[in-house]
Each structure stands twice: as C-alpha cells, then as structure tokens.
C-alpha cells in the first residue's frame, strides 16, 4: 500500500511544515527558496546591489562575526531518548508575556537597502507566525506605521539613545503611545564601527537620508531644522548625524531614560556579567547578550560565550535574551539550554526579505519554527522550558 502525507490530518506542530514541503515534492513543486541558510544568502547576493548585500552580510573586520558561527559547534546538544514527545510547546515567557516561542525578530535598520516593503512586510510576516518584532529607531518607516502591521502580534521599539534628552523622550513616548511593549536600548554603537566592507565601497546609506523616517516624523528632530524635512535632506541628514549618539553617556544616564517611559527597557549589547549586574542595579527589566552580529567590536568575544556568564550574574532576577548568529534550530536549543529566555535572529530573515519581500521572511521564520520544533523532539524533550544546561553535552 502506498501512503502519501496527509498533512491536515498530522497534529498541529511546527515540524509539520517539513511535511508540508515534502507533500508539495509529491506534486513536483520543489521550494522556491534554497533551504540553507548558506544557500538563502547567496541567493541574496545574487538579487541585491553589491554594497546593500555587504552593508548587511559585512561585519567590524570578520572574525568575530566568524567567532559567533564556530563558537556554536563547542556546545553540543545531548539527547534523551523514549521520552514522550507527541505534544510539544515551544513557548516561552518574556517580560512576563507568553509568546508562542523563543524567536524574535532583531533590530535591523534601514530595510529599505534590503527590499521596498522593508520593515512593513517584515511586520506583516511576524504577525503571520506571531512572532514578536523588534524595530530599529533607523527603520525605513515611521514607528506608528509599522506598529499598525503587527495587529495583535507583539513589537517592541529599539532606541538608538541620541546626544538630545527631549528627542530621547519623545521617540520612547511615541512608541508607547503607539502600542511597543517595551524599549530596547543598544548600548554597543555608540559609534559605528571600522567596517571595512562598507568603507571599501564608501557606503553608508543613511547619510543619503535613507533609515531616518522615525526622525523626519519626530516633531522635537524636525523642531531642530529650519525647512521642513522634505525641503532639505542634506539639513536632515548633518542634523542626525549631529544628534544621533551620544558617547559621553554613563550608566547614570540610564535613570533619565527610566523616567520617561513606563514601558519595561532591556539593554543590548551586554556582554560583560558586571554590566548585566549594572543593568539591573539601574532598574532595567531585561539585557539582550549581544556582540551587534559581529559588527561592532572585532576582536570581540563570540556572543554565545558570553551567555552563561551573564545568565549566572543575573538570570534569576532579570530576563536575558541573546543573539548573534542563531541560523538553525539546534544554535536555539543551545541558547536556552546556557539559560536564554529568548534570541533573537537578524541575518536569517533579512536574506529571506531579499528573496521574496513578507513571503520570504514568513518563510524563514517557519523553517526556523520547524527545525527547533523537530530538534526539540529529537532531543527527547517536549518543552523548551524543559531545557537546562544538563542538555548540553559536559
Ligand atoms: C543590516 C543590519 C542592521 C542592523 N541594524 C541594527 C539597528 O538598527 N539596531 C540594533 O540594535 N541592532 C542592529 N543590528 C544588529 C542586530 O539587531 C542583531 O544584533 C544582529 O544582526 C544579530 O546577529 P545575526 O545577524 O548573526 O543574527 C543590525 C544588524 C544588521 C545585520
Ligand atoms: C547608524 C546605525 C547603524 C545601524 C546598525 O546598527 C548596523 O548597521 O549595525
């Protein structure tokens, strides 16, 4: 007897997306994006301008880029088996909110390089599968307009911290009044780093006016200018570049940024246990375990080295989030079995936006969904809750 998948009648899991795929095979359709992630990236080479791939595919030098990929294949996953796993949960708790699993959308700015829908058919793709978005204060598109794609799903705002209280307070109350969940404020760009892809071509897309729709729709930013935005871009473009960072800032800045805002903040970037200690000491509800993708400090420490360290300074008492180079299932499970409540995925979806726009980034998130679902499975475990360093091989 021959049996084909019947995919609605298998139980509802993300795996079932593999299934999906394969029953599609029977019909001779074959997946229109290349599965790997290796594959999904050269496929963007081939339809983004040279400098827009590298301005995203780049890194500060590459090897702590490169140190972010290695340092995964150290920890190894140690499976249990005739365990019961026919029902499975990939949720998790964040902020004290259950979302549907550990994935999160990165901060990723100026997605117009990338693709036209940019950060709106990014949202429109983390509403599908319900996975909470994080947007960049240097995004293509104003805030509130993309805050309306996500519907019921959760979005959370990232600040870049600029050298100006007032705008400060103004993009955070903005992104509350605008229904964001919570503010993420990027502690590691202070400046941008020697990146030397970018150099190379000379190219840095915001000082053509690209990635400021959140500052020419600020009324304190534009309060700043003498002609309305539109009139003069390059007025815009010295005026952002005049306010953007703020180099000067300390720790006890932190507490102005707690006043302005009754949304919880998380800090990102943190890599050292004593910051996430100070991190907490200032009254911050999370830290996200970041080295920026490798585009901040080369030389740095891979990111999921220095995971343990800060979920041992502060797990207990705060939630830590990771990211940087999470690419397949398994470097998720790895990431919450060293103490993670979260990761975050930059890359992986910026690759699929490339290909195919929403389509493509709904994909990735997916296959993602799909592969820790089934890696989960594998592993003997039907929780991510259930994860702990002892799933780690010693
Ligand atoms: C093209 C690009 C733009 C980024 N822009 C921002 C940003 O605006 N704000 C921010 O906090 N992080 C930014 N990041 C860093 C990501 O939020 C995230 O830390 C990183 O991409 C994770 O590593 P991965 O790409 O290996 O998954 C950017 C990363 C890339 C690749
Ligand atoms: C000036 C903001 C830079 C955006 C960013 O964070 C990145 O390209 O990594």
Redesign the pocket.
């Known amino acids: 007897m021959t049996r084909s998948f019947d995919v609605a009648t298998a139980p509802e899991h993300y795996g079932n997306h593999q299934l999906g795929i394969y029953a599609q095979g029977l019909k001779g359709q074959l997946p229109e994006l290349p599965l790997r992630y290796e594959d999904m990236e050269a496929r963007a080479r081939e339809v983004l301008p040279p400098a827009a791939y590298w ?3 780049g890194g500060a030098g590459e090897t702590s ?1 490169a140190a ?1 990929r290695s340092a995964f294949d150290r920890y190894r996953l140690l499976p249990r088996m005739l365990t019961d796993v026919s029902q499975r949960d990939l949720g998790r708790t964040v902020l004290g909110k259950r979302q549907v699993s550990p994935l999160m959308i ?5 997605q117009e390089i ?1 693709h036209d829908q940019a950060e709106l058919g990014v949202a429109r793709a983390a509403a599908a599968v319900d996975v909470p978005m ?1 947007l ?4 293509s598109f104003a805030l509130e307009d993309v805050r309306k794609e996500l519907g019921t799903t959760s979005g959370w705002y ?1 600040l ?1 911290w600029p050298n100006d209280d007032a705008l400060a307070t103004s993009l955070v109350q903005r992104a509350e009044k605008a229904g964001y969940e919570a503010i ?1 404020v ?1 502690l ?2 202070k400046m941008l780093a020697w990146r030397e892809r970018d150099l190379d071509g000379a190219y840095l897309p915001f000082l053509k006016g690209q990635g400021l729709a959140n500052y020419t729709s600020d009324p304190v930013f534009c309060a700043g200018l003498e002609k309305p935005p539109q009139d003069d871009m390059r007025a815009v473009v010295k005026h952002w570049s005049d306010v953007f960072a703020a180099p000067a800032r300390t720790w006890d800045d932190l507490a102005r940024l707690r006043d302005a805002t009754k949304l919880p903040i998380v800090l ?2 943190v890599l050292h246990p004593e910051d996430a200690i100070k991190a907490r000491e200032a009254g911050m509800d999370g830290v ?1 375990v ?6 901040q400090v080369e030389g740095s420490i891979a ?1 999921i080295d220095a995971l343990a360290g800060v979920v041992d300074a502060v797990g207990a008492r705060m939630d830590v989030l990771f ?5 397949r299932g398994a470097d998720v499970l790895k990431a919450i079995a060293l103490g993670a409540d979260a990761v ?5 979806f ?1 690759w699929g936006l490339a290909c195919a726009g929403q389509a493509g980034v709904e994909e990735v998130l997916r296959r993602l969904l799909a592969d820790i679902d089934l890696t989960l499975a594998l592993t003997g475990n039907d929780s991510l809750d259930g994860l702990s360093r002892v799933s780690l091989a010693p």
């Open positions: 301005y995203v595919a880029m972010n990165a901060p990723l700015g100026v990338i994080i960049s204060t240097v995004s990232q870049y993420v990027t590691d760009t990102k970037g996200i970041s080295n920026h993708g490798g585009r990111a990211d940087s180079g999470i690419r975050l995925i930059g890359r992986p910026a």
